[in-house]
């Protein structure tokens, strides 16, 4: 019986050493008393502490002084090139409802596809250029104003929208680019109340509390 019994841990040692988990093995219930000072307890499902899974810092690690937010040159390019997607949509869409009205009395052939894939195509290219543009010149003065200030806020957002509807439309004399400055100024300012629409309805229930 001893015999046997030896045998059974010696190849219980040996697969042990096998597959690298040597020494006594203990039941759950022998490890049930034990304290766990200064330890945190195990998951039941993975053999790992818990407290390593648990992220207290941030998952990047920026450069000093960089800040978590992208600045305004970095979201240039994705302003720029959303704009222009939008106007070719908008422009091809609108080329399309003009195509069909000016070709309603035409009979369904190629040069009356022809004709409508032509007002598409132009007025998509229209569109995509002139939001293209606006966006660039909006870009242009974020970045610009940003660097000069040296601070991100919506005073930065509002000056650089009048400036480009004052650039943008002063081709067209004084009155136009006054136009167009309103225009830049009127339409940033309302993005600028949107944003910070909830600041503000909370500041005023505190003032009226």
Known sequence: MDNNSGSVSSRGSGFGGLFGSGGHGYSNTELAGVPLTGMSPLSPYLNVDPRYLVQDTDEFILPTGANKTRGRFELAFFTIGGCCITGATFGAMNGLRLGLKETRTMAWSKPRNVQILNMVTKQGAVWANTLGSLALLYSAFGV????????????????????TGLLYKSTAGLRGAARGGLSGLLLTGLYALYNNWEHIRNSSQRISL
């Open 144 to 163: 610009v104003i940003e660097k000069t200030r040296g601070a991100e806020d919506d005073l930065n957002t509002i000056a650089a929208g009048t400036l």
